[in-house]
Structure formats: C-alpha cells, structure tokens
C-alpha cells in the first residue's frame, strides 16, 4: 500500500475565471481521503498551501498577476520537494504545474531518479510568457519544466528540465498553431483525440509506460486536467473543449497506470465547482483518482445519475 499525501492547492491566479481556487476542498467534500482509505493506503492530508509575497515581475504588462504565479510556483516547488510519499496536488487551475512538475523533477534529482511527465489535457500549455496572447498563465506550464526561456522573475527551476523524450501527451485537441510548431520539433510524445480516435488509449499508453520501465530508477508524475474529460461527463471547468475523452476511457487510462506501479506523483487540476452540477465532476475526478490507486471497474456502485453517453457507451 502507498503512503499517500493530499496538498491542497487554491490557486486561480493562472487564468482569470474564478472559483478553481474551491477545487480542493471540493475533493475533500467529494470523499477523496475515504476513497482511498478504503483501498488500504495510509492518507495524510496537509491542508492547503498558502503562497509567500508575489514578486514585482518584469515580464509584459498583459500577463495575469505573474507575481502571485510565480509565488505559488515557489512555495509548490519548497512543499513537493520534501514530501516522502506521494504527493497528490489537489488544484487550482493549472498553473500549479509550474511549481508541481518542477518540485517533482528535482525531488526525483535529490534522489538519483528521472521523472517522467504523462500529460492529459486538451491543451499543450506551451506557451511562454513571452508567447500567451491571452496572458493566462496556466497555458505556460509545460514550457517551464522543460527549461524553455521567457520565465524572467520566476523561480529558476531547482532541478533539471524535463527531457522532452520523457513527456507524453494525450488528450490534446485545441492546441495554438504557435505551440503546435514549436512541439513538433521535439521529442515529445504528443497524441491528439484524432489519433486516439483511431488508435483508442491503450496503445500509445502501453507504449509509454513500457519506456517509463525500462528506464532505472524512473519516477512518473501524471498531470490531469478535467479537460482532458469529455464537458458531457465533466462540466465543472471554465476551458471545455468537446470530444474529450469518455467515462471508460478515462479509467482505462487510470487502471493501466495503477498496473503499471509506475506513478509517484499526480496533479488533479481545473476542477470549477462553481461550475459543477451537483459535485459530479468532482466525484468523477476521486472515482478517476481511486482507480489510479487500484479501483477496477467492476467495484463502481450503481449513480443515480448518468456521466452521458460516449465513445465506449452510456
């Protein structure tokens, strides 16, 4: 069993929709401790974290409250890096990757490990500072932990970058031309609904993990974005994009990694509850969460409510 630890993190500062900052305590009211309680893992719940002072930044004037990112990607870096167990980052919009992923990176550097990153998320959030036209900066994690340039004021990162041939994506389909050039040009593993439509999850999943096991001494850090869901199944997030990924799907994809024994680490992030209907997505988000931690399908107790209809049925 894994000794597991919940870190709340009640950050909106990355786009300018409020209320992800109700995410964790949202999880916490959707039953995430019990849930995996009931599985025989030992669950420390650290309360949410607060930031340190925001910093001046000196980037362009149209980037959203940079300072209070860049606070919070310090303090999350300082308070994932000490963590022993399993960190599961209960977010917050997504902007908290920043410090997450990072922290995770040089965690698994103190300790003479690699990280590998599993991306799931209609968008590549590969922008810069220097490239967001909108200037949200949940749209720039991924570009940070890889060690791209345009961060000036932000913390620097306290490990090394995530290699690109270590970061796969899966879920993408609303990614910006910029970002989609500037990917193609890496070693990153990037798969986009098109691609799943024709090939389903598990291959290139199967395909990845086997990559992530054959490496020595790998650790795994799985980033979820409720938009990597279908909006039909999960409508509480403020960047829906249609054709995501259906209810079955999304724990096949948890129960390959829970079989895998491979994740250290996870992100549940851009859980809106004020745009939730009666808590489902956040329910869906902890059953999502359980089946990582050893679920299986045939445990699920009948809703009195239906997730939609999909791909893989109703």
Request: proline share 9%.
């Amino acid at each position: 069993m894994t000794e597991i630890t919940l870190i709340g993190v009640p950050l909106d500062c990355g786009q300018t929709r409020p209320g992800c900052l109700m995410g964790p305590d949202a999880y916490r009211v959707a039953g995430i401790a019990p849930a995996l309680t009931d599985l025989g893992h030992t669950v420390e719940d650290l309360g949410n974290l607060a930031p340190g002072p925001a910093p001046r930044m000196p980037g362009p004037a149209h980037l959203v409250k940079p300072g209070e990112v860049a606070a919070w990607t310090d303090a999350l870096i300082e308070a994932g890096r000490g963590v022993t167990g399993m960190p599961v980052f209960m977010g917050g919009d997504h902007a908290l990757a920043l410090g997450s992923v990072a922290g995770m990176a040089a965690r698994a550097a103190d300790r003479g490990r690699t990280l590998f990153v599993l991306w799931l998320d209609a968008h590549s959030d590969f922008h810069t500072p220097l490239t967001t036209e909108s200037g949200n900066l949940h749209g720039t994690p991924v570009a940070y932990f890889t060690g791209q340039d345009g961060f000036e004021g932000f913390p620097p990162l306290p490990g090394p970058p995530v290699p690109f041939p270590n970061l796969c994506m899966m879920g993408l389909r609303s990614v910006d031309p910029g970002e989609r050039d500037r990917l193609a040009a890496t070693e990153a593993q990037l798969h986009d609904m098109r691609a799943i439509d024709e090939t389903g999850f598990a291959v290139p999943l199967r395909e990845f993990l086997a990559k992530v096991a054959e490496t020595e001494d790998a650790d795994l850090h799985v980033s979820l974005d409720v938009d990597f869901l279908d909006p039909a199944i999960a409508p509480a997030v403020g960047t829906t994009v249609p054709g995501g990924a259906t209810f079955r799907e999304a724990h096949l994809v948890m129960e390959m990694l829970s079989e895998s024994e491979l994740v250290t680490s996870l992100d549940l992030v851009e859980l809106n509850p004020a745009l939730d209907e009666r808590g489902r997505t956040a329910r869906l988000m902890v059953e999502l969460t359980a089946s990582l931690m050893g679920k299986r399908v045939f445990d699920r107790p009948t809703r009195g409510f239906s997730y939609g209809v999909g791909r893989s049925g109703g």
